[in-house]
């Protein structure tokens, strides 16, 4: 997963670097309503700017399989 962060704070996020080149191109032209971006241009700020990005596993009730080794309560 590729994620980039915006200048105004959206985080795009796309499996593959072509397809995070699409996000950037529709952000810009929807959200900050400039025409003047084009592929080549989303493709440099990709390049620059992009960064893997990696999901956690998160544990159910909180609980991790090395909290059973804690302190014993009293």
Do not use: W
Request: charged share 30%; with cysteine.
């Amino acid at each position: 997963m590729r994620a980039l962060l915006c200048g105004c704070g959206q985080r795009l996020e796309a499996d593959e670097d072509g397809r995070l080149c699409d996000r950037v191109v529709a952000h810009l032209k929807r959200d900050h309503l400039t025409d003047y971006i084009d592929y080549e241009v989303a493709r440099e700020m990709v390049t620059s700017r992009a960064y893997k990005m990696q999901y956690a596993v998160v544990y159910t009730n909180g609980a991790s399989p090395d909290e059973e080794f804690g302190l014993e309560p009293y």
